[in-house]
């Protein structure tokens, strides 16, 4: 079976881009692949942050969220959002936050990610994070800290120290905010 034309995707090779949930990637490569009798054309994402490779079917583009690097302009979304006092968290329950927070984090919105942030942030200020709540915080940080200091052309740090600012401390002895551990010397 031969391929038929080729699907457009609106990424070209060696460009950024966000793919849901799991941070910025290069578009590596495209691809074309047989999989049972059926002709597949892919992109080859490498997310930067930890070096996963995903392959995602063109014509899906769309529909798995992938979309452009955010513009300064969004930026300024997310910080409005920041600067927005959160919701109280609808539910006590962690189980149902924690969907909830998954939710908004799977919709690829860097406005959403930004939500469930600052209330994890806001929460820090009023209380010790449970082990969940961090892990999620440390993934949210990662994927929104990323993101800004390559679309503002800004170091993580600067941009972590930005959003820092944003919030009051930390309750206890919990580390401020931070998308990756500090290097050692």
Same mark, same amino acid.
């Given at each position: 079976?031969?391929? =038929? ?6 990424? $070209?090779? $060696? ?5 849901? !949930? #799991?941070?910025?990637?290069?578009? %590596? ?23 996963? /490779? ?7 583009? +769309? ?10 302009? %969004?930026?300024?979304?997310?910080? /409005? ?10 539910? !006590?329950?962690?189980?149902? +936050? #924690? ?8 919709? $690829? =919105?860097?406005?959403?990610?930004? %939500?469930?942030? $600052? ?52 309750? =206890?002895?919990? !580390? ?6 500090? /290097?050692?010397?």
């Amino acid at each position: 079976m031969g391929y =038929s034309e080729e699907i457009h995707v609106p990424f $070209g090779l $060696g460009e950024l881009a966000v793919y849901p !949930a #799991h941070g910025v990637g290069l578009i %590596e490569s495209r691809e074309y692949r047989t999989v049972g009798s059926r002709d597949y054309d892919f992109l080859i994402l490498r997310i930067l942050e930890n070096g996963l /490779k995903i392959m995602i079917p063109a014509q899906n583009v +769309r529909e798995v969220g992938l979309r452009p690097l955010m513009d300064q302009s %969004e930026v300024k979304k997310v910080f /409005k959002v920041f600067q927005t006092p959160p919701r109280t968290p609808e539910s !006590a329950n962690w189980n149902r +936050r #924690h969907r909830e927070y998954m939710e908004k984090i799977k919709t $690829g =919105s860097p406005c959403d990610v930004a %939500e469930v942030m $600052g209330e994890l942030l806001v929460m820090r200020g009023e209380k010790e994070l449970s082990f969940g709540e961090r892990k999620l915080l440390d993934m949210v940080t990662m994927l929104l800290v990323k993101e800004m200091a390559l679309a503002l052309n800004r170091t993580e740090d600067e941009v972590e120290a930005a959003i820092a600012a944003c919030f009051p401390p930390p309750k =206890s002895s919990a !580390a401020p905010v931070k998308a990756r551990p500090a /290097k050692s010397h």
